[in-house]
């Protein structure tokens, strides 16, 4: 699998989409080189808004352009976009259900060096419970590309998260993305792992690893936290014996909580994978702190073991 | 300006004041204070200044009213009947369920609003990246937003004065309604924000003050700032909270009080004068 670097695809998106559609506008709070909106910036000046460093204000500022029929991104670090600009995210934008797209870069614990003030672990779950929101995690580079399109392309306030981190590729080339849709990666018999994000190439590597010993899984990847087809959703676990969910955020809100409602009076038993009610921390680079915080294929890997073990048929 | 067109926005103000109590009724608590402090300058800007159509409220060329102060949204919800976005019989529903009249404005249920508001500071922003957008477009259509002096507290206020100015929007002309009353009592007393022209004036703005109860006062001063380029725009209203009825004036109680029966029909009387129908 070849690693790309999510921001640097979403910052080319949105000068193709600008390119295609003049009422693509952009704004930032003074991180464009690092949200990577800079190309954006360079292309188009005149759509493109520096806010400073004032997120409130700039989320209600989409909210006023989105009225005049413009596509508004907002850009800065998830934990800024979603965390500081909450009631104007709750009360500008998705109560009055406008065309704002939130994008959260630099993501969960992807921000490695700066630490917990600027990792999010719960950003998701601030944003789910939002009515009206629609809620977006791709998974690789590939994925990012298609979603930026698609959160242009609904009418609708939507959160993109995007992490911060290079991220091998998982997602087919050809896939078409309709948001809702959860994507089987690949098959398997024994257990089913639903990972969103950073942790969809861990489920991957933790189905590989898991041959060895003899136990089949099966890989979806839940790059729609909001709306999900639960239908589909549930249909991705026929014939499995167990489940178990991985994300890179909170075990409060995220996809733990997607999940387990998903499969609320299910038999089927669940294992979580996620961060437990805690906030992040520096570390020198990525893997140590996905380690720390239990979020490997290994752990996956064992969460698969102890879910099929508790599985009764 | 002429003499009818005084006379129209003095009518227009007395029957949005009779709209105002009459939508929350006698021994019913509403936020009387900082709607009725409005009514001159939104009679002034519905009734003379901003070109809209009642029949085509998103017609693209309209100017655009927006509430940051959205509590103060009975005074919207009367003049847009008034004029005719929607029927006036609309008025007694005002806080039921299901009605259009939401206890704030809510730009999906009512004809006119142009945004949603009431939670304080964001409406000035919107106003703002709304002011922008019309820029990219090469419209004339200018944006009012009205500001509470209580609300120039929020922190977002200031982010929204900061990016007005540099980004130059021309076409947004803020109004500060000066009541000097917040819910809890006199701003001076309470969270002094003053002072008020110098800060607005050192975040770049062009600022003009004017009586907010004097339909000519508002009238010149609004024209006047048709002539300001290159900078956005605030007019200071001196208001005063309660404004018209003898009992509420200045008494921040009636931010969201109740009027007794005999006061109801003290506004009838009062409001009621020269209705003619």
Sequence with gaps: ?313 | MNREHIAKVESAARRLRWDIVEMIGPNVRGHFGGSLSLADIVAALYFYKMRHDPKNPAWAERDRFLLSKGHAGLVQYAALAECGYYPKAELAKLKTLGSILQGHPDMRRMPGIECSTGSLGQGLSIACGMAAGLKLDGSKAQVYCVVGDGEAAEGQIWEAANAASHYKLDNLVGVLDRNRLQATGAIEKRFNTNPVVEKWESFGWHVAECDGHDAASLIAAFDALDGVHGKPKMLVARTVKGSGLPFAENDAAFHNGAVTSEQYEQARKLFCADAVH
Aim: include cysteine; hydrophobic fraction near 45%; glycine fraction near 8%.
């Design chain 1, 1 to 313: 699998m070849t690693n790309h670097n999510l921001r640097d695809v979403y910052g080319r998106t949105l000068v193709e989409l600008g390119k295609e559609n003049k009422n693509v506008v952009v704004l930032e709070a003074d991180l464009g080189k690092s949200t990577m909106t800079c190309y954006f910036e360079d292309a188009f000046p005149n759509r493109f808004f520096e806010m400073g460093i004032a997120e409130a204000n700039m989320t209600s500022f989409a909210a006023g352009l989105s009225l005049t029929g413009k596509i508004a991104f907002t850009n800065s670090f998830a934990v800024f976009a979603a965390g500081r600009s909450y009631d104007q995210i709750r009360q500008s934008i998705c109560l009055p259900k406008l065309n704002v797209k939130i994008v959260g870069s630099s993501a969960g614990l992807s921000d490695y060096g700066d630490g917990s003030t600027h990792q999010t672990v719960e950003d998701i779950a601030i944003m789910r419970a939002i009515p009206n929101m629609t809620v977006l995690v791709p998974a690789d580079a590939v994925e990012t590309a298609k979603m930026t399109r698609a959160a242009a392309a609904h009418e609708g306030p939507v959160y993109l998260r995007i992490t911060r981190s290079d991220l091998p590729d998982v997602v087919p080339e050809n896939e078409e993305i309709v948001i809702g849709k959860p994507y089987l990666l690949r098959d398997g018999s024994d257990v089913v792992v639903y990972a969103c994000g950073a942790m969809v190439s861990a489920a991957l590597e933790a189905a590989e690893a898991a041959k060895a010993q003899g136990l089949s899984l099966r890989v979806v990847n839940v790059s729609s936290l909001k709306p999900i087809d639960e239908a589909a959703l549930k249909k991705l676990a026929d014939g499995v014996k167990a489940i178990v969910t991985a994300e890179e955020h909170s075990l409060i809100g995220g996809l733990a909580s997607v999940v387990t409602y998903a499969f609320r009076g299910s038999a089927l038993p669940i294992e979580c994978i996620g961060i437990a009610d805690k906030f992040g921390q520096s570390a020198e680079n990525i893997n140590v702190l996905m380690e720390a915080y239990g979020l490997t294929a290994a752990e996956i890997l064992k969460a698969a073991v102890a879910a099929k073990r508790k599985a009764t048929v």
